[in-house]
DNA sequence: GCCTTATTATGAATTACTCACATTAGATGT
DNA sequence: ACATCTAATGTGAGTAATTCATAATAAGGC
């Protein structure tokens, strides 16, 4: 036995710093989860049936749900995918989802200060007090733009604003 | 009879330009989403029975993608949601939902620039080939503002950065 | 160890959507 | 106006992702 923290002690404190119990459910799915972001739900019961052979699907939807919830993980929903999870939630970081392959890589952010934050409204839009801002990239990683048969370029319209 | 251009035969025109054929149901669809913004295919076949009591759930469905895919329409997936969809096409506009009541608000631009096609990738991450950035935005309208017991403040991270 | 209740398992149900195939109806040419 | 071609819609079934109600189990405080 050594006395230093190990990966599950240090989820395990976690867990009680927002009041949840600590479950070996809850800590597989964690440890999948840090095993690999951007998982779907799906992965997750592979992945954490690796360690605790009898999870149950639904299980694995309650506790990913619930420790969305506490912010222990983040839901992202990118287009055409079901929902994928990441224990990297302590940056307000964003995501680039490739067209081609699906993959999806982490972005940090677009510009230095807040202008996701300070939006300017349509028209016959009321004001809103905006918490959160996610952006979601939508382009061709560098394995998909090579494998692409033509020239893909960026769309104008997004090219002259933004 | 009039000579006048009136919306339906804006929109047969429009139909005819990403050569496709006019039929009514495409019309039903596209004045109901013209009508009420961000709409759910729900909202779509129920708006769309109005003026064409027989349209089948599926149909909405093939309609809604097929004019998507041609540029009539423009499909977004907020959190908590199913599919909407909108006429406003033709700029790069954002969106704004509401955590209490789930309402939809436009956004024009979040900056005069470009910055989100020019994403700071994060260490790991490889480059891709951005085409476009969709921002979802999420707080609380005015409304669910005054009816919340609590002060929800933003959070400190998001206040930092963006 | 016991007790409380948070948590997980069980099984069914639901929502949002897609698919294969048959039928109908725009658009084009005569 | 009519025939023709095939895009578009209707029909009916099927699926993926997720949620719900309720019963069984197991953390954590005493």
């Known amino acids: 036995m050594t006395l230093q923290t190990t990966p599950t002690e240090t989820w395990a404190a976690s867990l ?19 095993r690999s972001p951007h998982s779907t739900a799906d992965d997750v019961v592979s992945a954490a049936r690796a360690e605790l052979a009898d999870i149950t699907v639904q299980s694995v939807y309650v506790v990913l749900s619930d ?5 222990l993980l983040r839901r992202i929903e990118p287009p055409n995918s079901p929902a994928r999870y990441e ?26 200060h807040a202008p996701c934050l300070t939006p300017s409204w349509s028209p016959g839009s009321s004001r809103m007090t ?3 801002a996610d952006v979601v990239y939508q382009g061709l990683c560098t394995d998909c733009r090579e494998a692409s048969p033509e020239d893909v370029p960026a769309f104008p319209e997004h090219t002259e604003k933004h």
Chains 1, 2 share one sequence.
């Open 130 to 132: 905006i918490q959160i």
């Open 16 to 34: 009680r710093s927002v009041g949840r119990r600590v479950t070996k459910q809850r800590l597989a799915v964690l440890a999948a989860v840090e």
């Open 87 to 112: 224990t990297r939630v302590n940056d307000n970081h964003h995501h680039a989802v490739c067209t081609g392959c699906g993959r999806i890589e982490d972005v940090d952010c677009a510009v230095g």
């Open 67 to 71: 420790l969305t919830v506490s912010g």
